[in-house]
């Protein structure tokens, strides 16, 4: 590297990033730096690839390259180096930087819905994303997306079948007849999810979406327990009757010291046709008190619309059948707050702050081994 290169990346190392109020070089965001003829390029690292600030922070890297002296004009490269867990040796997916749980304590809240369509609207966002049915009684995943036939085996992992760009297990494939029930006891349950989880070429992605079953029983507190999540997302409709049930997913993730990213509320409002007025049909502030509890946010609200029911009954999710509809652009929107959620969850635990997972005080909750 040149003197006026090592000026150039000294100076924009300084510059200071609009959100977080800390300098560039602080936060590893400055990558390679060029100078040619007085034209400099250099390579800005993101966690974010919807970061908002990209012209502020343009601007201030412009003003702190043409200080150097014999640059005349910057060029700026965006590369996205999304954050990750803590990643131990025995982690049955090491090279997924991501785990994040979808979790409900209630049946029919639209859990899968939301998990099919945030994780493809997360490959909309460029980033690598992948997509685990751990419900095994009532696998969703293939309806909703649309895809049969069975994974490929090497002999040595099981190759994930993919639609729209994202990796993709369930027990469904594995089911010659999908009217089949699973019948399986506590055991072959562990063991078919911790097969799901190592034994498939799940590859490097950013985010492994995992759509778990409603409640909190065997397959919750096995995942909890086996796999280092980045943090889990609780999936909820308005309604009273349904809010009491969710906030024992809440709280079966707090006893095992799983960390709670934000709240989803589905079905929130219906809009009808030529009234564009807002109907409240399952009453309204279910999501808040649920993310109030978990001392989480609200991360959106997703109207109820029939696109929703209609294209996942067809296969092709409304995030990817129509990306442009307001119903779509919901889900995106709370796909976008998860990723802003994630980057500052790290954050905050890379400035010195610890999870507990050992069960906090409930020391007695029998852990999986």
Known sequence: MSDIESQLTAALSAVSEPVAGRSLGELGMVGRCRVHDGRATAVLRLQNPNYPQRDALTEAATRAALGVEGVHALSL???????????????????????????????????????????????RMGLRTGLLDADIYGPSIPTLLGITGQPMSDGKQIQPLSRFGVKLMSIGFMLEDPHTAVIWRGPMLHGALLQFLKDVAWGALDYLILDL???????????AQKVKSTGSIIVTTPQEVAIQDV??????????????????????????????????????????????????????????????????????????????????????????ALVERVEAHHAQSAGGLTIDRSGGKNRHLPMMR
């Open 77 to 123: 490269e965006w590369e996205v180096d999304v954050p990750s867990r803590s990643i131990d040796a025995g982690d049955p997916v090491p090279q997924v930087k991501n785990v994040i749980l979808v979790m409900s304590g209630k049946g029919g809240v639209g859990k899968s819905t939301v998990a099919t369509n945030v994780a493809l609207a997360l490959a």
């Open 213 to 223: 079953p409603p409640g909190t029983g065997d397959v919750a507190l096995t995942l």
């Open 247 to 336: 906030y024992k997913s809440v709280s079966m993730a707090q006893k095992v010291g799983l960390d709670v990213l934000g709240v989803i509320e589905n079905e929130s409002y219906f809009i009808c046709d030529g009234c564009d007025r807002r109907h409240e049909l399952f009453g309204a502030g279910g999501g808040q008190k649920v993310a109030e509890m978990a001392g989480a946010p609200l991360l959106g609200q997703i109207p109820l619309h029939p696109a929703v029911r209609e294209w996942g009954d067809a296969g092709t999710p409304v995030v990817q059948a129509a990306p442009g509809s307001p119903i779509a652009k919901a889900f995106v929107a709370v796909a976008e």
